[in-house]
């Protein structure tokens, strides 16, 4: 009875970063150029891997997947961190439990994915003469198909566990989102099947994940070592050493938020390491995942040289269009002068 006496809060405050204006103006300028950047770059990458046939292969296939969940990520997060830049600090119930269930989807569809990643290239490298038929498109398929049901599943158990929640007041979160660990302690009832199921979460897509993605290295770095030629070692590694340095930072500054209490300084640094996986990640992928590609910058240059050309032929047609409409404005008005002379004579 007491609990239904209390004001259920219908609105969430977002402190985000620092009350001084100039500081803010700083930061949106820097956080809207970091989002530009992360929008084109993915997008960018989803378009040439769509486009070019010799990107359609299982591990561009996943690279694409992982450019769509960039893109997420950063849409889910950065627009409101910019409002709240803007002086606008408040996000609604609904809005925060949106904001906290496609957050929780793409972060978890991350790290899953890493994992299939990472046993693409141990496939790959380990047995590549049987890798067309391991990794065949039916089973690439299946992977990604499970990578997004599975994360889905995760993130609407712990929404909707949150939502059964009361919160009565304070409604002050001190994150620039939100997050499952800050939410919690804002929460007037308990909120002990909330933490049991975070405990199994974290093991299941941290821990069993982390393992298997890092067996999977052990195998592709042990195979590569029996490589006898240095060429052959580089060959080899160049494929895989993106990947390990993408996984390696998301998991370092995803473990981070999720193991250290929401309290005290480390809620101060638990926002920058947030920072880190939904902005400046996302921002990094494209990036680190291109620059050292021969077939992807081939891919891009192709792209580049058929939108010049599309851009070539659009330009001729408008120039001959407004050629024509130029010749049929002279010529009617022609007729109108001659039908006015005919009239005055």
Not at 4 to 17: A, H, K, S, Y
Not at 98 to 110: D, I, K, N, S, V
Not at 276 to 298: A, M
Not at 310 to 336: D, P
Request: hydrophobic share 50%; charged share 10%; proline share 3%.
């Amino acid at each position: 009875m007491a609990e239904r006496n209390q004001t259920v809060v219908t609105e969430f405050i977002l402190l985000g970063f620092s009350e001084t204006h100039p500081i803010r103006l700083v930061l949106f300028c820097i956080f809207f150029f970091l989002y530009i950047v992360a929008l084109a770059g993915n997008t960018l990458i989803v378009v040439a891997i769509s486009v070019d046939s010799g990107l359609h292969t299982p591990m561009y296939f996943f690279l694409a997947n992982l450019a769509i969940l960039d893109i997420g990520c950063t849409t889910t997060v950065l627009p409101k961190l910019l409002e709240n830049l803007a002086d606008k600090k408040s996000i609604s119930y609904v809005g925060c439990m949106t904001q906290l269930y496609f957050l929780t989807w793409f972060l978890g569809a991350e790290l899953l994915l890493f994992t299939a990643m990472a046993y693409d290239r141990y496939v790959a490298i380990c047995h590549p003469l049987h890798y067309t038929t391991m990794m065949s498109r039916m089973v690439c398929f299946l992977l990604a198909g499970s990578v997004w049901a599975i994360s889905a599943i995760n993130s609407s158990v712990h929404t909707g566990l949150m939502i059964r929640l009361i919160f009565c007041g304070p409604n002050k979160i001190k994150h620039f989102l939100c997050e499952i660990p800050t939410l919690l302690l804002l929460s007037c009832t308990s909120t002990y099947l909330n933490n049991i199921m975070i405990v199994i979460a974290d093991v299941y897509f941290g821990v069993i994940n982390f393992v298997f993605t890092m067996v999977s290295y052990g195998f592709i770095i042990s195979s590569i070592l029996k490589i006898r030629t240095t060429e052959g070692k580089k060959k080899a590694f160049s494929t895989c050493s993106s990947h390990l340095i993408v996984v390696t930072i998301y998991y370092t500054t995803v473990i981070y938020t999720y193991i250290l209490p929401g309290s005290g300084s480390s809620m101060d640094n638990g926002k920058v390491v947030a920072v880190l996986y939904t902005t400046i990640s996302p921002t990094l992928n494209p990036l680190i995942y291109t620059l050292r590609n021969k077939d992807f910058k081939t891919a891009l240059k192709k792209i580049f040289v058929r939108f010049t050309q599309n851009l070539r032929t659009q330009n001729e047609s408008l120039a001959n269009l407004s050629l024509t409409t130029l010749l049929l404005y002279s010529q009617l008005i022609s007729v109108l002068d001659h039908a006015i002379l005919s009239q005055s004579s």
